[in-house]
């Protein structure tokens, strides 16, 4: 069991699973050869299933490279990423950990293989090898969505294995489900705010999880505003498809009509979505995909209703990591795993909890409203047109955020019972995913992709 702060993240994009994975991978590479550095001297690279068939529209190819220079999220901006490719295509070289020049041929050390691996539709395999080609070091990494990497070791892994910061063991309170969440807020009289901080609590301080969350916030408004002042009108790549979120803000205005407000959802969506399309700074909420879905209905709640300041921030990301967090436990946060219900999904998902919770509901509310918008996203599929994370991603994270606002006014308003549980549309969620036909899961082999191409 580990602290769930994770799954909101500093990065860039355009995808968690597509861009952030394969970097993290690298960097992870780095710190596996740390011993066998000076007798590298070539690194070859090998990119399965969807991190192929996908990798260049979401700069796999790129990201995995940036990695192995040893270049965390933080530090990477446009500039630098742009050195280090040009640096690989014009001169074969790249420096490996940030350390060592070496020579690197992309055309023959990087591998798009239509293989799928057994464990993960997203693996990659990185080797290193020295003067004569004899493998010195070798690791498959696999990619499960929001950023996260596992090992094969991983996927054995018990849930209640815990994490190390935990020094006594008794008192633990562990968390892996909608069911064991509730009992407690039960017996302590917490809302899922309150239980999730207790949760955290076990990690770190308190200080520290609310300057954590206020650190997500500010980045998450920075984003936003990034994308309504963005200097270049088009977002990049073969679509030529231009930013709608800019626009929409030179222009909208306060309006009498009741239903103006959908315009400002989208608006919060729109311009975080396409900073995510151009590669910019985003959070991963829970995946890049999804990443507008939380800071728009956060942006709502600030800017159209009353009350909404720090601490309730705190409170609203706090209960959306929690629901997030049975997500990853026990489903999946990877669209080419399970489709875009599992991305869109439990961001729409997350938030309509986290803003019941903040607007006053008890912890079985809050589940309730996650529950109904996760309900209405089961089977969504994930078909990006030419691998890109925009057509239909952008207006899908407007989508998500409207319903998630609407789950969460919907379920705080009912009096009967609900009679499925948030445990159990996870479930659905996730055996709807595995059935799902493989070329409508990330792969560019279906669905909206190969209608656009057909059309074009």
């Known amino acids: 069991m580990q602290s769930n702060l994770s799954i909101f993240k500093i990065g860039i994009g355009p995808s968690s699973s597509h861009t952030l994975g394969p970097l993290f991978a690298g960097n992870m590479f780095c710190k596996k050869i740390h011993d066998v550095l000076d007798k590298t001297a070539k690194i070859k690279i090998t990119l399965f299933g969807s991190l192929s068939l996908t990798g260049i529209g979401h700069l796999s190819d790129k990201a995995v490279i940036w990695g192995l220079c040893g270049i965390s999220p933080k530090d990477l901006?446009?500039?630098?990423?742009?050195?280090?490719?040009?640096?690989?295509?014009?001169?074969?070289?790249?420096?490996?950990?940030?350390i060592k020049d070496i020579d690197f041929n992309y055309k023959e050390d990087l591998v798009f293989s239509s293989e799928f691996l057994p464990l993960h539709e997203n693996a990659l395999t990185i080797k290193a090898l020295d003067e004569k080609g004899d493998v010195l070091a070798e690791e498959t990494y696999?990619?499960?969505?929001?950023?996260?990497i596992k090992v094969e070791a991983d996927f054995y892994k018990k849930e209640q294995d815990t994490d190390p910061l935990i020094i006594d063991k008794k008192d633990f309170m562990p968390i892996s489900n909608t069911e064991q969440a509730l009992n407690l807020c039960k017996e302590h009289g917490w809302n899922l705010a309150k239980l999730s901080l207790e949760f955290e609590k076990q990690f770190h301080d308190e200080k520290y999880i609310?300057?954590?969350?206020?650190?997500?916030?500010?980045?998450?408004?920075?984003?936003?505003?990034?994308?309504?002042?963005?200097?270049?009108?088009?977002?990049?790549?073969?679509?030529?498809l231009k930013r709608r979120g800019k626009e929409l803000y030179q222009r909208l205005t306060i309006t009498a009509d009741p239903l103006g407000i959908i315009d400002y959802v989208s608006l919060y969506a729109f311009c975080i979505a396409e900073e995510n399309a151009a590669g910019a700074k985003v959070v991963t909420a829970p995946t890049n995909g999804a990443c507008a879905v939380?800071?728009?209905?956060?942006?709502?709640?600030?800017?159209?209703?009353?009350?909404?300041?720090?601490?309730?921030?705190?409170?609203?990301?706090?209960?959306?990591?929690?629901?997030?967090?049975?997500?990853?436990?026990?489903?999946?946060?990877?669209g080419a795993e399970a489709g875009c219900q599992a991305e869109i999904g439990a961001a729409s998902s997350m938030a309509a909890g986290a803003m019941a919770t903040v607007l006053g509901a008890?912890?079985?509310?809050?589940?309730?409203?996650?529950?109904?918008?996760?309900?209405?996203h089961l089977g969504l599929t994930c078909d990006p047109?030419?691998?890109l994370v925009q057509i239909p991603c952008i207006e899908r994270n407007a989508f998500g955020a409207?319903?998630?606002?609407?789950?969460?006014?919907?379920?705080?308003?009912?009096?009967?019972?609900?009679?499925?549980?948030?445990?159990?549309?996870?479930?659905?969620?996730?055996?709807?995913?595995?059935?799902m036909n493989q070329k409508y899961k990330e792969t560019s082999l279906g669905g909206l992709a190969i209608a656009f191409n057909s059309i074009c």
């Open 210 to 240: 609310k300057d954590y969350c206020l650190e997500i916030w500010e980045t998450m408004q920075q984003v936003y505003y990034n994308g309504s002042h963005c200097k270049s009108d088009y977002l990049p790549g073969a679509l030529h």
């Open 142 to 148: 696999y990619s499960v969505g929001g950023g996260f």
């Open 385 to 387: 047109v030419d691998g």
């Open 294 to 334: 939380v800071p728009a209905v956060m942006l709502y709640l600030k800017n159209h209703a009353i009350g909404f300041n720090d601490d309730k921030v705190v409170e609203f990301l706090l209960s959306a990591m929690l629901i997030g967090s049975f997500y990853k436990k026990n489903a999946s946060i990877s």
């Open 362 to 376: 008890e912890a079985s509310v809050a589940c309730s409203a996650a529950e109904v918008s996760m309900e209405h």
């Open 402 to 435: 409207l319903q998630a606002i609407s789950a969460a006014r919907i379920s705080m308003s009912r009096l009967s019972q609900p009679r499925v549980s948030l445990d159990q549309v996870i479930s659905t969620m996730y055996a709807t995913g595995k059935d």
């Open 77 to 98: 901006d446009a500039k630098l990423q742009e050195e280090i490719i040009d640096r690989v295509i014009n001169e074969r070289k790249i420096k490996l950990c940030g």
